[in-house]
C-alpha cells in the first residue's frame, strides 16, 4: 500500500513565501508522477504543479516563476517552494502520486492562507 503524508502550509502576507512538503512510502509503481492539487474557494480544483520520476516539471499558468517543484534525489519526497504568494494562492492544496498503473494516492489537504 502506498502512503502520502502532506507537510507545510499556514498563513502568510502577500508576497512571502511558504514550502509543502509531500512523502511517499510503499510499494510504488515507476515510474510515477507527484504533484499538487489545490482547491481554491469557489472554483475547481487545479492541477499547481507536478514533477515526473525523470523530474520534468509543470505549472499552472498562475504560479509559473512563483513556485517551484522538486525533488529529493532517489526518493520519493518532493516539494513545493511558493515564493510572492498572492491571495488568490490561498487554498487547500492536495499532494498526490500517480503511479505507473494508473492509481491516484492522496494526502491530506494542506491550508494555505495568503492574507494581509
Known amino acids: 500500500q502506498v502512503q502520502v503524508v502532506g507537510s507545510g502550509g499556514g498563513s502568510v502576507q502577500p508576497g512571502g513565501s511558504l514550502r509543502l512538503s509531500c512523502v511517499a512510502s510503499g510499494s510504488i509503481a515507476s515510474p510515477y508522477v507527484m504533484g499538487w492539487y489545490r482547491q481554491i474557494p469557489g472554483k475547481q480544483r487545479e492541477s499547481a504543479a507536478i514533477i515526473t520520476s525523470g523530474g520534468r516539471t509543470n505549472y499552472v499558468d498562475s504560479v509559473k516563476g512563483r513556485f517551484t517543484i522538486s525533488r529529493d534525489n532517489g526518493k520519493s519526497t518532493v516539494h513545493l517552494q511558493m515564493n510572492d504568494l498572492r491571495s488568490e494562492d490561498t487554498a487547500v492544496y492536495y499532494c498526490?502520486?500517480?503511479?505507473?498503473?494508473?492509481?491516484?494516492?492522496w494526502g491530506q489537504g494542506t491550508q494555505v492562507n495568503v492574507t494581509s
Open positions: 498526490y502520486l500517480l503511479d505507473a498503473n494508473g492509481e491516484t494516492f
